[in-house]
């Protein structure tokens, strides 16, 4: 008799032919070894049926177009059908054939260990299986030999990860009815294809608000009392507390004269050692965050490189959001670290809640490496880099010295007027640096005693409000995993990380996509052209602003709340709190809503159009949208349509100063965003005058407003 292993992809079958004993026969769509048969799937083998696929008189050589007539649809139940590809039907039948052998008396599901991978397999089996037959589960937190062994040799009934299962469904369900009735809702309003989503509208939406908040943002001059001056030999910079707004120079001024009146001495100096704590173990959303910044890997490519280290045995399993390990694997972590301490690694192993803690764990422990160690030349440049990342990290949580450094705390007191605290640190021991980088710089401070007179000079210095930063790879997984998090940069390295509302956002539901889905929705949007990374910074696209004012304009726009909504119904299904028909109709109950409100009057714009120009007659990147320039006879134009911002060399202002816009003038008010001209004259007198033309690209013309050489600006405004 046999026992049936049903692998969610052939690279995993051959893994678990790999891990078995014993003379191995190939055949057509499985293996056989021992006492075991082993067949796979290619992932997905069935899908769900779309709405024409329920009616009675569907017809499969018909081509039916979208219509509001049968929306929204709700199948009373929902229906899933093997996809149209010939290498897949072969395979389902080789699958239930063996399925429904005689000889055949346990079936084991060895889908990925996750959501997607229980119901990929529980799927097949469901539409496969005649009689029924016992299913046994083959759980595998890496794919090496010694686990796929140890995995087989204590199987679980399929049932006890019906919790997994149950999400799973759905989650899949939930995401059907919305993209299938959304969609086609917003597409035909709209007359263009809008893939609206659970999870990718508020991705969308995030960006579009960061790209707006950038756009929006007025710079405000504002003035800081600065001194530098040198005291022994050595220049002390001492910067106030004190801020003046732009129309405040001379209150500044008076408040320097005043500082300077004054005596400043230093009145403390501190030192004391402190231990850093490492960084935590990897979940995949930081692990993506690091490749981003040091190697510029977009979520999709670098989880592509993750799934092939771990298909190859390298890794642990990657679509984690934890960055703890099991306390019931502390046994294993003692075997990989000594297997890392024979190659000479000076790491030794640790318990405690930092790195073992399971209430920081759903379903799967921190990436880290197994006990198959690769060498250089088995893996590519990319899958080194990544690997490389994992295992510094794990060699810095494990590091068997600490980091300690020297901080130094310094006070330096302005009469009664005001302290300066200047800190500075000098590293003692690397410890774990010695493996992975922190971000930290050292600050050399000015050897100075205690009582000793510093020399001072302040004056005003100016400075400028920055705008917004956008998303980085690293800020963006932060925002979405915890997208009610109000510090949304926190890093990951932090001295003294506090995690607890992260992880209450993940094992709540609150979080927008997950590990394991993320990566795929983001890119989808990148596809659809709604948003773009580059350089490791995500950009909105002219596609993605006119998808968000679209479907704000017919209200169908999913908020971060809404899908925190339903994330939070679908873990009540996780823990059987609810059914799944129950989240299903949390979903159905919300797109009924907002059928109801759909407005039929909203004015919609087109989509925007990218003209395509020749390089030779481009001047620039647009400073609103980063669109080329075109030059033509007229002037110049941004390419995109949604931004349009344009310049005519036929520019009245210019005119009546007597001044002709170039392809060199226009190029500095593009990219500096101002022109400064020394040979104005005046009409009224004849006499020569310096001014500046400071650009304004708010609107889709260019304004300018003038700055002259006493701050005074005339705000007659020129197109």
Not at 130 to 152: A, C, F, H, V, Y
Not at 335 to 361: M, R, Y
Not at 472 to 499: A, G, H, I, M, T
């Amino acid at each position: 008799m046999y026992k049936l292993i049903i692998a969610e992809k052939p690279s995993l079958a051959r893994n678990i032919l790999a891990a078995i004993d014993g003379t191995e026969k190939r055949n057509d769509g499985y293996y056989e070894i021992g006492d075991y048969l082993i067949t796979y799937a290619f992932g997905h083998l069935f899908t769900l049926y779309d709405v024409e696929q329920y009616l009675p008189d569907y017809d499969k050589e018909k081509k039916y177009r979208w219509t509001l007539d049968n929306l929204p649809f709700y199948p009373e139940k929902f229906r899933f059908g093997l996809s149209h590809d010939e290498g897949i039907i072969k395979q389902f039948k080789i699958i239930r054939d063996l399925i429904n052998r005689q000889d055949v008396e346990m079936v084991i599901n060895a889908g990925d260990s996750d959501r997607e991978g229980e119901i990929i397999v529980r799927i097949i089996v469901s539409y496969a299986m005649k009689n029924s037959k016992p299913i046994k589960r083959l759980w595998m937190p890496d794919q090496t030999k010694k686990t796929i062994g140890e995995e087989l040799s204590r199987l679980q009934d399929d049932s006890y990860y019906d919790n997994l299962a149950f999400e799973g469904y759905a989650r899949t369900y939930i995401d059907w009815l919305y993209g299938i009735n959304l969609t086609r809702l917003a597409s035909i309003k709209s007359h263009t294809l809008l893939r609206v989503g659970r999870v990718i509208s508020p991705i969308v939406k995030a960006i579009y608000d960061k790209e707006m908040s950038i756009i929006n943002f007025v710079k405000e001059k504002y003035y800081v009392l600065s001194s530098k001056e040198k005291t022994n030999g050595e220049v002390v910079e001492l910067v106030s507390k004190v801020e003046f707004k732009a129309d405040e120079l001379d209150q500044a001024k008076t408040l320097a004269d005043i500082y300077n009146g004054e005596k400043a001495y230093v009145t403390k100096i501190s030192l004391e050692n402190k231990t850093i704590p490492s960084p935590r173990l990897f979940s995949l959303s930081k692990l993506q965050g690091v490749l981003g910044k040091k190697y510029k890997m977009s979520l999709e490519h670098s989880l592509k490189i993750v799934q092939s280290l771990y298909e190859k045995g390298y890794v642990s399993y990657p679509r984690t959001p934890s960055e703890y390990l099991a306390t019931n694997e502390k046994g294993k972590f003692k075997e990989i670290i000594a297997s890392f301490q024979k190659l000479g690694v000076k790491i030794n192993f640790k318990d405690n809640k930092f790195i073992f803690d399971d209430s920081k764990i759903e379903s799967h422990s921190a990436l880290t490496p197994t006990y198959k160690i690769p060498k250089k030349s088995d893996l590519s440049e990319e899958e080194y880099q990544v690997y490389k990342t994992i295992v510094n990290r794990f060699f810095a949580v494990f590091a068997s010295e600490m980091c300690v450094v020297a901080k130094t705390n310094m006070e330096i007191s302005l009469g009664k007027r005001e302290v300066f605290r200047l800190n500075g640190e000098t590293v003692i021991t690397p410890g774990w640096t010695s493996f992975d980088e922190r971000e930290r710089k050292e600050k050399i401070l000015p050897k100075l005693n205690q009582g000793d007179e510093v020399m001072i000079k302040f004056a005003p210095l100016e400075k400028e409000t920055k705008p917004p930063k956008r998303y980085s790879v690293e800020s963006f997984n932060n925002f979405l995993k915890n997208p009610f998090r109000e510090q949304l940069e926190k890093k990951d390295n932090d001295d003294n990380p506090n995690d607890d509302e992260d992880y209450k956002a993940v094992f709540e539901g609150i979080e927008l996509g997950t590990e394991a889905t993320r990566s795929t929705i983001i890119d989808n949007a990148v596809k659809q052209g709604y948003i773009s990374l580059k350089d490791n910074t995500y950009k909105l696209e002219p596609m993605g602003k006119y998808y968000v004012e679209t479907l704000t304009a017919l209200n169908l726009l999913l908020a971060k709340e809404k899908t925190a909504l339903l994330g939070k119904s679908l873990k009540k299904v996780y823990r059987k709190e609810i059914t799944i028909d129950d989240a299903v109709k949390v979903a159905e109950e919300e797109i009924s809503s907002l059928f109801n409100q759909i407005d039929n009057n909203a004015a919609i714009g087109f989509p925007p159009k990218i003209f395509e120009v020749d390089k030779a007659h481009t001047l620039c990147k647009c400073p609103r949208c980063s669109y080329p320039i075109a030059i033509s006879e007229k002037g110049y134009r941004c390419v995109n349509s949604a931004c349009s911002l344009s310049l005519f060399k036929d520019n009245h202002l210019f005119a009546s100063l007597n001044k002709k816009i170039t392809n060199k003038i226009a190029k500095e008010i593009f990219t500096k965003g101002e022109i400064t001209f020394d040979d104005l004259v005046s009409k009224k007198t004849g006499n020569q005058y310096k001014a500046t033309l400071k650009a304004d690209f708010k609107d889709k013309y260019v304004n300018f407003h003038f700055v002259f050489d006493n701050n005074e600006t005339n705000k007659n405004q020129g197109k």
